[in-house]
């Protein structure tokens, strides 16, 4: 068994954003089947940029684990952002967060990182008094988030507007 707590885990910086880029189109190939690369890219790494200059303030909670044999490469990530509606009875403060990125690089799976990086997100949902976390599961994740207390929850209708290419 591997001890998740022994990993060092820390709060992602804006000068991890292209890793985490790059984590995240390892996550979509794994998801869909085939890496998406495009013009998303540029996007997602000016965000992450300007949302991780101040973890203080940022609704992004964003934790990584360096690879040990290549700095300044990241082994595996979980990032996840806090919304805010409207209070309700089981939601008091009306904080919810949603997982939308968790990925080790396939090298180094198997390890407990990924275990170890979303720990470290549900503890800082947590310390923003979040009632409700929601994520989408990849097969090959879903054992890892239901070992976390994850469950079905109801099946959401959704709608998507496609940008143009």
């Known amino acids: 068994m591997i001890n998740a707590s022994a990993i060092e885990v820390r709060q992602g910086a804006a000068e991890d954003a292209a890793e985490l880029v790059r984590l995240r ?31 203080a303030t940022t609704t992004m909670g964003v934790f990584v684990v360096d690879d040990p044999a290549q700095p300044g490469r990241l082994a595996a990530c979980a990032v996840g ?25 396939p090298a180094m799976r198997r390890r407990g990182y990924a275990r170890a990086c979303t720990e470290a997100l549900l503890a800082w949902f947590d310390a923003h008094r979040v009632t409700r976390i929601d994520l989408h599961a990849t097969e090959g994740g879903e054992g890892l988030y239901r070992s976390l207390g994850f469950t079905e929850h109801s099946v959401p209708l959704s709608r998507t507007r496609r940008p143009q290419d």
Do not use: K, S, Y
Request: hydrophobic residues 40%; charged residues 25%.
């Open 81 to 105: 952002t806090l919304e805010e509606r409207l209070p309700a009875p089981g939601h008091p403060d009306g904080r919810f967060g949603f997982v939308f990125n968790i990925c080790t690089d």
């Open 25 to 55: 189109l390892l996550m979509f190939e794994a998801m869909q089947g085939e890496a998406r690369p495009g013009p998303w890219q540029a996007t997602a790494e000016a965000m992450l940029r300007d949302r991780l200059r101040d973890p």
